[in-house]
């Protein structure tokens, strides 16, 4: 193998150069991005979302090359529907269109601020409110 090769597969072994000290991207409390202050398309927010990761509490878009900060006021998604499957599995889908699927209803963070639950890359998304009140009513209050 060539040095020039064996710099470049180095490279993409190590950790990405944060590109700004600034987030170019914002997601708000419900679970809608932005770019630089502008709305991002669903399209574009489903594309990114597959490499959103948190670190240390930060949130950022990592690629094999570089890194991009992402400012969260709250969790990065918002649940906006979720069923359970006939092996008690958890399917969810979220405000930008992305699938994941639970372990089971116990996956669920409740709290007096939220419903929560955990998603890959150290990611959380909570239920919306049509969501949230379901939820309670479902699970939660005594006749269930």
């Known amino acids: 193998m060539s040095q020039q090769a064996?710099?470049?597969l180095k490279s993409l072994a190590s950790e990405p150069q944060l590109c700004s000290e600034d987030a170019l991207f914002d997601i708000d409390s419900e679970g809608r991005w932005f770019y630089q202050n502008s709305p991002l398309p669903t399209k574009f927010a489903r594309l990114f979302s597959g490499i959103l990761k948190k670190q240390d509490q930060e949130y950022f878009l990592?690629?094999?090359v570089e890194k991009v900060r992402v400012?969260?006021?709250a969790e990065p998604f918002k649940?906006?529907?979720y069923k359970i499957a006939s092996d008690n599995t958890v399917q969810v889908m979220t405000s930008i269109e992305t699938e994941y699927s639970l372990g089971s209803i116990e996956t669920f963070l409740v709290s007096?601020?939220?419903i929560s639950c955990k998603l890959p890359n150290g990611l959380m998304a909570s239920l919306n409110r049509a969501c949230y009140y379901r939820f309670i009513e479902e699970?939660?209050?005594e006749n269930n």
Do not use: H, Q, W
């Open 71 to 73: 400012e969260v006021e």
């Open 62 to 64: 990592v690629t094999p």
């Open 139 to 141: 699970f939660l209050t």
């Open 112 to 114: 007096d601020a939220c």
């Open 6 to 8: 064996s710099d470049v």
């Open 79 to 81: 649940i906006v529907d």
